[in-house]
């Protein structure tokens, strides 16, 4: 079947850029039909092979990979998500674990908060709901630290529920494919996400969410998209419309100098003690480290005290402090980390939450 798309909104051509705030547009059966199996015989032939994609993965595991996956690249979160799964394999073993060890093998993965969130939700599950992953999405999302996006992912992948799955590379595809649009608003609207139902297939929906999400990470990406290898090409209303630029730029998060930065770098100094001192005697093990050898002055550094603390953790030290010397702001950032869960302050030092 061969089938053009068409935008029903009107183009700017003159300029060459999409309106903004353009409708969803009705598509037809037909058209609906030709994408779901193309998307699905394409995923057959390109789909990665992911550890948590084996039939033989639980759903507790479907439900760490997409925590894990939010805002990082499935290339960071594999290896990680092998150590936890070793690791803490149910619910049940992460609910139990020390707050500081979960902090700390969630490594690199960066907003941490999705680790202690991860916790709360095991703890949840352990303790309320006999250690079982809930199946529907409306009882994920009820969950802690789980929202829409993952509650219809976990339904899906770990349960072959029949539930619209949209993320941003779903939601790329889609608008770029049906209604000629560079790239989707922030965050989905009820409108969006009434009318991406259409495109999820009574038989087969599991591949279909799983297929168009892999189609917008490896084929339909943000900024190369594949058009000219794109099994859609001929029916993409955006690229049959000459690509026009979007009128709005995405949002650049900068890093360097932010708060953010100097945050992860506290933080990778507390897991850096945290590790190195893992063998020593309970009563050494959650000292942290000195609050004055974070917020000293470069002249006030006590160079002794400072390779007192393991070789690993003073080196983080010194790459925090070359970030940052300002006292006062490492003394908010640092009170900021006690109060979203994230560090603990005992008397004079500051550690990774026990
Ligand atoms: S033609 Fe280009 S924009 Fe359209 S679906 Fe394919 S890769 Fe995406």
Not at 38 to 59: K, N, Q, S, V, Y
Request: charged share 25%; with cysteine.
């Amino acid at each position: 079947m061969r089938l053009s798309i068409q935008m029903t909104h009107r183009t700017t051509s003159e300029t060459g850029i999409a309106p903004t705030a353009a409708p969803f547009p009705t598509v037809s059966p037909d058209e609906v039909e030709f994408v779901q199996s193309t998307i699905i015989d394409w995923f057959a032939t390109a789909e990665r092979p992911l550890p948590w994609r084996d039939p033989a993965t639980t759903a507790w595991a479907v439900l760490v990979s997409e925590i894990m996956s939010q805002q990082t690249p499935v290339s960071r979160v594999e290896p990680r998500w092998r150590a936890w799964m070793a690791k803490w394999p149910t619910p049940a073993d992460l609910a139990a674990a020390p707050t500081a060890e979960v902090l700390h093998s969630w490594d690199r993965l960066g907003y941490p908060r999705r680790a202690l969130r991860l916790q709360e939700a095991a703890r949840v599950i352990a303790e309320d709901l006999d250690n079982r992953v809930p199946t529907t999405a409306a009882e994920l999302e009820a969950l802690p630290g789980i929202g829409s996006y993952t509650a219809a992912a976990v339904a899906s992948f770990a349960h072959g529920q029949r539930t619209t799955v949209l993320d941003t590379n779903v939601r790329r595809v889609l608008v770029r494919v049906f209604a000629g649009r560079d790239r989707p608003t922030t965050s989905p609207s009820r409108r969006e996400t009434q009318w991406a139902e259409q495109f999820v297939p009574a038989v087969g929906h599991v591949r279909w969410n799983a297929g168009v999400m892999e189609f917008g990470a490896l084929v339909c990406t943000a900024r190369n998209p594949n058009c000219d290898g794109c099994p859609l090409a001929e029916v993409c209303a955006w690229n049959r419309s000459g690509r026009p630029a979007s009128a709005v730029r995405p949002k650049t998060q900068k890093w360097a100098g932010t708060d953010r930065q100097l945050r992860g770098a506290i933080m990778d100094v507390l897991k850096a003690r945290h590790e190195e001192t893992l063998d020593e005697a309970e009563s050494d093990r959650l000292d942290g480290v000195p609050f004055d050898l974070l917020t000293a002055s470069t002249t006030d550094l006590d160079e002794d005290m400072v390779e007192s603390l393991g070789t690993v953790t003073s080196a983080k030290l010194r790459t925090m402090r070359d970030l940052s010397a300002d006292a006062e702001r490492i003394s908010r950032l640092a009170a900021d980390l006690v109060a979203d869960g994230l560090a603990a302050r005992h008397g004079d030092r500051l550690s990774l939450p026990r």
